[in-house]
């Protein structure tokens, strides 16, 4: 997996080695192929600054004093949104590799660290962040479009996913069909679908719960 490079300039990866000839190696080659890089010594002073600099992923040493790299792995996956990680250590412990895999690690890279695994990694860890960040732009939009319903169209479209057919809503609701109809076309507007399957769809993702029969 590659990232292309005039995707680099605009993908902000975020070094964290107590190491300083570490952090200045990686930053040396990251800068060089194009990323948009910043380095810290320690996770402390990278959490004070991670939400002004929101990386689409985090090269970390796993042994630093203070806070280490698996606290700073359960203090980012906390976050809303989580940063993908990618540790780098010194020490082939495959029993902390299996832990940070589990966590949620993206890999566990041995110093020194191979650049293409390096490289690869990264691209691992930016697709990852990006595709998350379509799915929080894809549940903002459709949690906008089910907040600008009316009531009333909100009912019908609670009825309309859990299978209720427009005679049925009808009786249930005390309006007419005729009615029903015009709620109906205005939420499949508002929501931006053109089927009941792709309501329910939208419905399921949220969490909706659906009427009860």
């Known amino acids: 997996m590659q990232i292309e490079p005039e995707q680099r300039t605009r993908t902000s990866i975020v070094v964290v080695d107590d190491d300083a000839s570490v952090r200045r190696s990686l930053v040396r080659l990251l800068d060089s192929h194009g990323f948009s890089v910043s380095a810290f010594e ?16 985090v090269v970390a040493d796993l ?42 690690a993206v890999d566990f890279l041995a110093k020194p660290v191979n650049k293409d695994a390096l490289f690869d990694a990264i691209a691992r860890a930016v697709s990852r962040s990006r595709n998350s960040l379509q799915v929080r732009e894809w549940q903002a ?58 309501l329910a769809c939208i419905s399921e993702r949220l ?7």
């Open 207 to 213: 969490g909706i719960r659906s009427a009860p029969p």
């Open 63 to 104: 042994a630093m004093p203070g806070l280490n790299g698996f606290d700073l792995q359960q203090m980012l996956a906390a976050l809303e949104p989580d940063y993908p990680i990618v540790f780098i250590s010194g020490v082939g412990d495959i029993p902390a590799s299996v832990r940070a895999m589990r966590g949620g």
């Open 42 to 57: 320690s996770p402390e002073l990278l959490l004070a600054d991670i939400e002004a600099l929101s990386p689409h992923c």
């Open 141 to 198: 939009r459709a949690c906008r479009n089910v907040n600008s319903l009316t009531p009333r169209e909100r009912e019908v479209f609670d009825l309309v996913v859990s299978g209720f057919l427009n005679k049925q809503i009808a009786a249930r609701l005390g309006i007419s069909e005729r009615t029903v109809k015009v709620h109906r076309s205005r939420v499949m507007r508002k929501m931006s679908v053109r089927s009941v399957a792709q």
